[in-house]
């Protein structure tokens, strides 16, 4: 069983930048695949990116290629995401997810095995 809780979620100007953490607790954190999910209002959830129990591996959605960076800190138990250059487009929920299986199939589809309750990130223009 893993626990994650987000933080650092809140209101920015586009062009800005946020830094999200993940704070994970419960199983052995360096075995699992982990990603940032989000959900905008009247949307589905989307994957944004996804970083292997290594972090030897990462993956991005097109939509934040460049300007978003994934990396984790096994020693800490904790995962983040860097967000720069934010656009309005980037306001939603974010989610962080752990999974037990691997980095690309969660990127064909697949649901991660946990999740945290989320942090609000609003861009405004």
């Known amino acids: 069983q893993v626990q994650l809780v987000e933080s650092g979620g809140g209101l920015v100007q586009a062009g800005g930048s946020l830094r999200l953490s993940c704070a994970a607790s419960g199983s052995i954190f360096s075995r699992n695949t982990m990603g940032w999910y989000r959900q905008a209002p009247g949307k589905e959830r989307e994957l944004v990116a996804v970083i292997s129990s290594s972090s030897g591996n990462t993956y991005y959605a097109d939509s934040v290629k460049g300007r978003f960076t994934i990396s984790r800190d096994n020693a800490k138990n904790t995962m983040y995401l860097q967000m720069n250059s934010l656009i309005p487009e980037d306001t939603a929920m974010y989610y962080c997810?752990?999974?037990?299986?691997?980095?690309?199939?969660?990127?064909?589809?697949?649901?991660?095995?946990?999740w945290g309750k989320g942090t609000l990130v609003t861009v405004s223009s």
């Open positions: 997810a752990a999974g037990l299986g691997s980095l690309s199939s969660y990127v064909s589809g697949s649901r991660m095995n946990y």
